[in-house]
């Protein structure tokens, strides 16, 4: 195939892909693709064919598939066409972003130019109850503001849905989950929620104010010897929270350290994790139907590779896996896998073990780096599953910590 594609035959692949779908057939693009004899290792596939194939299939399934099942993942496409550039992917998500908003948009008889625009924050934003917000943060879901309760003035956090997300009936029933079950944690090591409610369509959780500081850079500060105490305490608190989610029937499933929220008490360091907006009941988890099979659901650098494959099945050996991958990064600045292309991640996790910390940090005692090691495995059978089991086997190498 020549490195240019005349008008004419993209249009013909698309008009018979397009049959495919009138005449009732489930396709699958990677299969249309092959019986069609498409050099898949061409520019001309990669620049031309592919992202024309790639805007159909992906409108297709946005109109024909349930609400439950509407979200169609980049990843998938990556999978199945690994040679797609970081700007494919990026036009890609966009495209399935307003696709999506324009089909919950229908069933609220709203217009397109109804829909909020990606990104904005309202100047007039409201929450009933409360004043002065101010954003502080944001995630995959919600932008965090720090306000002020009404009546006590007490100081609250307010995560709100993202505003191009308000009409986005998966989002929404994500961040409603969320707040059902961050509701039936009340443990300290985990951030408090206080309330839920609804400013306009947009449904928002209040939840306690925690004045964070940079994890890895109060660990960081201090020498090699107590930045390993330091590190393994932190993870400790962490931990503690997770043992008790767990025996609640909660996996998070997004463990890292911006999700780990360091604060001072009365001149000790103390740790909360917050953000469960991926969070699942892991005793049903595959039947909400809110996250589909295949769906990668987490941060890439700490999830465990059965994670990558199946998020909707995700129990708490995943966290526990996050966790020691917290661990490693706080001793030694660096992932257990090397960064690298999406794909690239994918295959590795699936192939290789993490690599070993003393590799980057020699300090590090060898008993510590083999539970590290041990929590690290590739394969699920080999590998530290317990988040009490990690406690008691990391407790020791923090006896002599000091707070920072």
């Known amino acids: ?57 992906l409108r297709h ?84 503001y720090a306000a002020r309760q009404l009546g006590t003035d007490r100081k609250v956090a307010i995560k709100l849905i993202r505003p191009e997300l308000e009409l986005d009936g998966k989002a929404q029933k994500l961040f409603i989950r969320e707040a059902s079950i961050i509701s039936r944690l009340n443990h300290p090591r ?31 500060r201090h020498d090699q010897a107590r930045r390993i105490r330091l590190a393994v305490k932190v993870v400790l608190q962490v931990l503690e929270a997770l043992i008790y989610s767990h025996s609640k029937g909660i996996v998070h499933r997004d463990i890292k350290p911006s999700n780990i929220l360091a604060c001072r008490s009365a001149d000790r360091l103390r740790l909360k ?53 917290c661990l490693f990064r706080l001793l030694s600045g660096e992932y257990p896998y090397p960064e690298s292309t999406l794909m690239e991640s994918f295959q590795r996790r699936m192939s290789e073990d993490a690599r070993l910390i003393r590799r980057f940090n020699p300090k590090v005692p060898e008993a510590l780096e083999k539970i590290i090691a041990e929590g690290l495995r590739r394969d699920l059978s080999q590998r530290l599953k317990s988040a009490d089991t990690l406690y008691r086997s990391l407790k020791p190498f923090a006896a002599k910590a000091e707070d920072a």
Request: hydrophobic fraction near 40%; charge should be negative.
């Open 190 to 220: 985990i951030v408090q929620c206080l309330g839920f409610g609804f400013a306009g369509i947009r449904p928002y959780l209040v939840m306690e104010y925690i004045a964070s500081a940079d994890l890895e850079a109060l660990v960081w």
């Open 61 to 144: 399934r946005c109109r024909e598939v349930s609400d439950d099942h509407d979200h169609l993942l980049v990843a998938d496409y990556v999978r199945m066409f690994p040679m797609m550039t970081p700007a494919q992917q990026s036009d890609l998500t966009a495209e399935e972003q307003r696709l999506r908003g324009e089909k919950f948009a229908e069933t609220l008889s709203l217009s397109p130019g109804d829909l909020p625009n990606a990104g904005v924050h309202r100047s007039d934003l409201v929450v009933p109850g409360f004043s002065d917000l101010r954003p502080i943060g944001s995630g995959s879901l919600g932008v965090i």
């Open 1 to 57: 195939m020549s490195d240019k594609v005349d008008h004419g035959t993209i249009e013909l692949l698309i008009m018979r892909l397009a049959a495919e779908y009138r005449g009732g057939h489930s396709v699958n693009l990677s299969t249309f693709v092959q019986q069609h004899g498409l050099e898949t290792n061409s520019i001309a596939f990669r620049d031309q064919i592919l992202p024309a194939l790639l805007a159909v299939d």
């Open 273 to 325: 994790v917050a953000d469960f907006g991926l969070a699942k009941i892991f005793e049903t988890a595959g039947h909400s139907g809110i996250t589909n099979t295949g769906e990668l659901c987490g941060t890439l650098a700490y999830m465990a590779p059965e994670q990558l494959t199946d998020s909707r099945s995700a129990g708490p050996e995943c966290d526990v896996y996050a966790v020691v991958a």
